[in-house]
């Protein structure tokens, strides 16, 4: 047999599916739209009644459902070799060679490279990303869905083509740019960007007086069209250009590229009632409150999409997990949306009064929306709420909250009437709702809408099952939980019933996972290897998990507690291999980042390889995605006494927080994880996690805190004979005595430590101890002894052939350089230190090699240069909280004022 024809769809411009390159004729105009719909869900379902509502509005003729059935049949022929799969009342379409998802991977990648310094290699993924259109999305497609979806795409593509002009100008080719610039700001004459961009690429060119017309023009036309003024942003770009600033940075749109997110989870095409919510808009906040399973997040996430044309530059999402084990930190919420805004990942602030400043910062004078979904109380939800007029907010809370603002309006849902709820099942049953009481069914459901679909999802397969069936099977589980919590429960119950035997049991390991959503691998790992996609695809199709993303899931609290309740069995070692996967991919990750010198050897944990869900893309950009999960695996590890998963995650974690600078995140998943290691008796990792959390008292001058830890974890490891644990023990011990200036009592600690590290081979942590002997040295006037530190050390690091390691040590040699007023040597070994961490996206140890460039710069007489690096470094040691090093920051700009006034 020869090889399987390859299908691939094209969707970036007229609807085209060719067939080993060749182009294959799909059919009458209804048959296209047929098969854009099935592509545009994605794998979901998608019911006849949507279909036929696509296809012809409000007036379907009565062969609707023949003809559908007629148009499917005709694309399965047409598309021998792809699989158009029935669900009941409908139809789904899984497919992977297709333009949009290819558009989208290109996009993401170049701008990886971009933020990793890769200019030219991100601009030409962009460019081929770009060259995938052929016209609109769908052209020949005239279906609502159709319309609603290219509008999007459009968004998206204008501002990749704004990304890779930004690029092309930082490479230096303002001339080429400019003609393309004139012709798309002919086509969006209200794109603030391009016009930016425009002013920058004339400015570059030396047409200054072109430049400050195109200025002068925008500013007319926003005041005879909208009465309003260019942003701060665009007026500081026209006044670099009066000052001829070099390179106008760094208020330049070449440089700052604003974020434009696009947060919202799918809308639900099935969605029903709420009309009076709906159609009473958006004013400033909304706050939705009610019981579980009320339909709050899909009303949030509808009336956000019905209002989106008003926040052009761009619509945030969050889930705060109120009713998780764990609710979201506002500080980890703010952190993920300016990172979506634009703003680089090291210089997001770990502090939340810093976050939420920026947060505001970066909303003034937008027109944003942001929807905060499960929120717990005010304190919660006070620093994600936008103040700019402009932006506006959806909330969603089981329980009121108290709205002290005028701005805020309140809502509390109950249940859907009954003429709504037999729409909505209308929807999800092929034939119609049929026969039966529906009054005594909607007060069993408690108008619940997650309730109906359940119950729906079963009735679309038992055809022969009636209301008045399902109204028996349901008050025969009837309990005494509240009446809304009931009513789920019990239509999860008939649901469950009907499961085989092996989706129970996936749902039952479900229901015990922590964290807000998970990838499809978890499913897979809780069978025990198994494919579980299938199984993920029923429960999908029931309504008991929601897909939310290519291969990402989430299952309501409810149903998650339900679940874990449910009397199926539990797969055998299922938790330890979801633990087993995370602790894999996260050791995958690290194993890419600079080796973090307290990080114990690995324990006996059993990893779980998971080689198809590998880390995409760079490491920290995967630990800046599963950063949350990660933190839910480690709560889960220690909630069932798993305490080798828990200790060896948050060990693995520990790499990626310090290099982020996440202090109060590292700390945090230690002391998680610790009463599960003592309970569990793994002394090797209770003596590891006590480093960790040592080193981050340290990291935030607290000294007893940081003494007590290191103490204990040096004794664990004395007694259970561990040499290496021992060592970083005592190197511990000796750092806290060296920053309370005891130096007679480090040296012993540091020696002891040397000669271990050196007796089992360690160079990495012979490396440390030296670098920090040598600043005791230093302290002590014995420079020649700190040298012969230094360039030993240098010595260990060509032989290990790591540029972290070596920019540690380049970083002493320029404080030791500065000892010796030896300026220019300090400015040499320091640029060098700053730019590999830079590279590496290493906020803590720029900051302190910024930090000592100032001091540099100063004894140099470059004033201008010495305060630039000082005040970026006080901001980094602010955001990380080290407040011994800020304060060292203020005092030496402090003492630059009086020589500045002299420039």
Known sequence: MGEPSVLSYRLL???????????????????????????????????RDRIADQLWGDEPPASSKVQIQGLVSHLRR?????????????????????????????????RELIDDGQLEAGARKLRTALDLWRGEYLADIDIPAARGTAAQLAELRLGTIEDRIAIDLDLGHSAQVTPELTDLIEEHPFRERLRGQLMTALARSGRIAEALTAYDTWRRVLNDELGVQPSPALRALHGGILRAEPGLRPLSYATHRPGAPRQLPPDIPDFV?????????????????????????????????????????????????????E???????????LRALGVPTDMVPTELAASAGLFQDMLNGRRM??????????????????????????????????AADSDVDTVELTGLPVGDMSTLLSGLLAGGVPGGDLAELHALCAGSPLAVRIVGGRMAERPQWTVAHVVRSLSAGRDRLPSPDRAVRSSFLLSHRELRPDAKQLLRALGAMRGSDFPGWVATALLGGDEA??????????????RVGPDRYRMHDLLRALAEDSSARMPDNAVERVLGGWLWLAESAASHLPPNVLRAAPGAAPRWPMPGAGVDGDSLTWFDAEHSALEAAITLAA????????????????????????????????????????RSGCDRGVAALLRNIGQVHIFHDRYPQAAAAVTESFEISERIGDRPGMARGLSGRAIVARELDRFDEAMPYFRRALAIFTETGDLHGAIQVRNNVAQIRMRQGLFDDAQACLDESLRACAVLDDDHRTASVLRVYGRLCLEREDAPGAVGHLGRALEIVDAMRDERCT??????????????????????????ASVQFVETGNGRSEATCARLLGELFPAHDRL
């Not at 411009?13 to 994605?42: E, F, H, K, N, W």
């Open 13 to 47: 411009g007229p609807l085209c599916v060719l067939r080993d390159g060749t182009g294959i004729r799909l059919g009458a105009p209804q048959a296209r739209a047929v098969l854009a719909l099935l592509l545009m869900a994605s794998g979901e379902v998608v019911t």
């Open 78 to 110: 047409a598309l021998a070799g792809a699989a158009i799969v029935t669900h009941g009342a409908g139809y789904s379409m899984d497919v992977t060679h297709r333009d949009d998802e290819r558009f989208g991977r290109l996009v993401a990648e170049g």
């Open 273 to 325: 009632g709420r009309n009076e919510i709906l159609d009473a808009g958006l004013r400033r906040v909304l706050l939705l409150t009610g019981p579980g399973g009320i339909g709050k997040s899909t009303l949030a996430i509808r009336l956000a999409h019905r209002v989106e044309r008003r926040f052009p530059d761009g619509q945030l999402f969050a889930s705060l997990r109120a009713t998780g084990a």
């Open 639 to 678: 909630d069932v006494g798993l305490g080798g998963f828990a200790w060896e995650l948050a060990a693995v974690c520990s790499t990626y927080f310090e290099h982020r600078g996440l202090f109060d995140d590292w700390l945090r998943c230690c002391l998680l994880a610790l009463p599960a290691a003592r």
């Open 369 to 402: 929306l942001v929807v905060l979904d499960d929120a717990l109380d005010e304190h919660q939800i006070r620093p994600l709420l936008p103040d700019d007029p402009g932006c506006a907010a959806i909330v969603t809370s089981r329980h009121p909250l108290r």
């Open 327 to 337: 609710p979201s930190a506002p500080v980890a919420v703010l952190g993920r949306f």
């Open 533 to 546: 996609r299938p199984l993920l695809a029923e429960l999908v199709a029931r309504h008991m998990v929601q």
């Open 847 to 872: 900051a302190h090699a910024r930090l000592l460039l100032g001091r540099a710069h100063t004894m140099l007489g470059d004033y201008e240069a010495a305060r630039n690096a000082l005040r970026t």
